[in-house]
């Protein structure tokens, strides 16, 4: 239940949470007066902090302590207080020159991706690559390794790689696994599943055993949520108070070892969030327990009905949420026009 605030309790709430993310002690109401110029008394102040408890956006951890958040009082923070402000210009063009100087490498964007986001929000992030919502073949190559075995290279409309072991009834020269792909990929390109299995009957053995293996890739391929996962941060967060001292926080950050939890994070929350919008999960929103002690921003990017990844930051719930939020909404669009672009070409 959200309680109706009036514009003092706003205010005290904002200057708490600003405080204590940014102290990780409790406030009182004598440090809001010491620090602030506020028109109200010590007194006044400790009111409103006590009808901001009785709401449950605050608590008291001692009798004679301050107060802190609650994940009530982050929500509600986030939902009506947050300001929605833009990374400083400056920022912003110094970012935008880091990506435009790889233009069309898609490892090296999601790489810069997750260390910008890292740096600029001290947290740990996510960026999962872009992964086609309809797979379909853009390129193939097929290398000859060792005798009988060829390597089979896929490469996806959107950026995406895939490789796999081939193995031919008799080994076949470079020469001709050269031509057998560009003559596959005049073929395929464009193709999805249900295309390449009506090719069947046009293609010899050896262009038949590519294609059986390709559709078994993509098929699969298809079947997954998110691409490729990159990360970077993590040192920031295990700086944190909260991460160093306690086995329960730690666990949150498994959602980044282990696809699964990914998976199931992504299939519930940012896969049906609108292209471009911020979600932001605090203490895993009564779902996931490993994610209690923790908030998480996501946001899709890409293009819509090509290819589309997730990026975001994990970090403890008192998080510097203004601008980890402009951070991932500023990445998230940044990361759409380059992806976009690259597909038109």
Not at 92 to 120: G, Y
Not at 129 to 137: A, D, G, L, M, T
Not at 237 to 257: D, H, I, K, Y
Request: glycine residues 8%.
């Amino acid at each position: 239940m959200v309680h109706e605030l009036t514009d003092r309790q706003k205010l005290i709430l904002t200057l708490v949470i600003h405080e204590y993310v940014r102290t990780v002690q409790p406030i009182g109401s004598q440090y809001l007066v010491d620090h602030y110029t506020l028109d109200m008394s010590s007194a006044t102040i400790r009111n409103e902090m006590a009808a901001l408890t009785d709401a449950g956006y605050l608590r008291q951890p001692h009798t004679s302590a301050g107060r802190i958040p609650t994940e009530e009082g982050y929500r509600y923070f986030v939902s009506h207080l947050v300001q929605q402000t833009d990374l400083p210009a400056t920022t912003q063009r110094t970012i935008s020159h880091q990506f435009f100087q790889m233009r069309n490498d898609v490892e090296q964007w999601m790489r810069l991706a997750a260390s910008v986001l890292a740096h600029q929000s001290r947290s740990a992030s996510l960026v999962t690559s872009p992964h086609p919502e309809q797979v379909r073949i853009k390129h193939i190559e097929l290398i000859s390794t060792r005798g009988r075995q060829v390597l089979l290279v896929m490469v996806l409309i959107g950026g995406e790689i895939h490789q796999q072991m081939l193995t031919l009834p008799e080994p076949v020269s470079q020469q001709v696994l050269s031509q057998v792909a560009s003559h596959l990929t005049q073929l395929c390109q464009g193709c999805d599943v249900e295309a390449l299995r009506g090719l069947a009957s046009r293609l010899d053995a050896l262009e038949k055993d590519v294609i059986d293996l390709t559709i078994r890739e993509i098929s699969h391929s298809e079947a997954l949520i998110a691409g490729d996962i990159y990360m970077d941060g993590l040192t920031n967060v295990l700086a944190e108070p909260e991460f160093s001292g306690s086995e329960e926080a730690r666990r949150g950050l498994r959602l980044l070892e282990e696809r699964s939890l990914l998976e199931d994070l992504l299939s519930r929350t940012v896969l049906s969030n609108t292209m471009g919008g911020v979600q932001v999960l605090i203490g895993g929103e009564g779902t996931w327990e490993d994610l209690r002690q923790c908030s998480i921003i996501l946001a899709r990017y890409g293009a819509p009905g090509l290819a589309t990844g997730t990026l975001g930051v994990l970090g403890p719930i008192r998080m510097p949420y203004g601008r980890a939020i402009s951070t991932v909404r500023f990445v998230a669009g940044l990361l759409s026009d380059l992806v976009t672009e690259s597909l038109v070409d």
